[in-house]
């Protein structure tokens, strides 16, 4: 099946900084990428939709200057969380659509910790 | 706009026992399922979908899943568990045409020996 990366697999950083959070398709292109955050025990919650080439769609709710995505090549999306803070500590997933495959494939997570 | 719900946030089950994990949809356009799996700071794994034509499906790790049109739900089962399952098992769904995934809150299974 296809392949999703993520990095860092975890991360701890100072409040005030930021940090960058890698999602790659290893073995196909997806010109769709998807990021989650997940709290503790908690569900999925969408916060964008990474399309390759063009600006992401940020859903209700989720600051654009805060979580600043990138879609630069149709395997590479990237998240930074900029100027991050306590609150902003959670897990955040990524997720890959392989076209007409009407599935997403899943990286593996990164538990950021804002200290 | 869809949703979808998971009836039961925990479920405790003996090693061995069969077990069904419930999810309920709502939707005023068809939809393909999916139930995924999280282990412990993983990410999630496709355990099965439901996209058209036989309305039980089969999955890894000794799992299926039934759609039922008329009651919009898609259970997950599986006859004998193994303390290796415990996870947390989300229902999840994407619209024909869209591309969105929505999320039930998932169901914490927990198998005991």
């Known amino acids: 099946g296809a392949v999703v990366s993520q990095h860092p697999s975890r991360v701890i950083c100072k409040s005030g900084t930021s940090v960058k959070i890698e999602c790659r398709s290893l073995?196909?292109?997806?010109?769709?990428m998807f990021w989650y955050r997940q709290f503790p025990k908690k569900s999925l919650m969408l916060m964008a939709t990474?399309?390759?080439?063009?600006?992401?769609?940020?859903e209700q709710g989720v600051e654009k200057d805060k979580f600043l995505i990138n879609h630069a090549s149709l395997t590479l999306s990237t998240l930074t969380v900029t100027s991050a803070h306590p609150e902003d500590s959670s897990f955040y997933i990524c997720?890959?659509?392989?076209?007409?495959?009407?599935?997403?494939?899943f990286g593996p997570g990164t538990r950021l910790t804002v200290l | 706009a869809q949703s979808v719900t998971q009836l039961d946030s925990q479920v405790p089950v003996f090693e061995e026992a069969p077990v069904e994990l419930r999810c309920n949809y709502s939707?005023?356009?068809?939809?393909?399922l999916f139930w995924y799996v999280q282990y412990p700071n993983q990410g999630l794994q496709l355990l099965l979908k439901?996209?058209?034509?036989?309305?039980l499906v089969k999955g890894i790790n000794g799992f299926e899943a039934e759609f039922n049109k008329s009651q919009t739900s898609f259970h997950l089962r599986k006859p004998s568990v193994h303390i290796s399952d415990t996870a947390e098992y989300f229902c999840?769904?994407?619209?024909?045409?869209?591309?969105?995934?929505?999320f039930g809150a998932g169901t914490r299974l927990f198998v005991k020996a």
């Open positions: 997720s890959a659509e392989d076209w007409g495959d009407n599935e997403q494939f």
């Open positions: 939707s005023s356009v068809s939809v393909y």
């Open positions: 990474s399309n390759e080439g063009s600006k992401a769609t940020y």
């Open positions: 439901y996209l058209s034509g036989s309305t």
């Open positions: 073995d196909f292109q997806a010109t769709t």
């Open positions: 999840a769904v994407i619209p024909t045409g869209g591309f969105k995934t929505i």
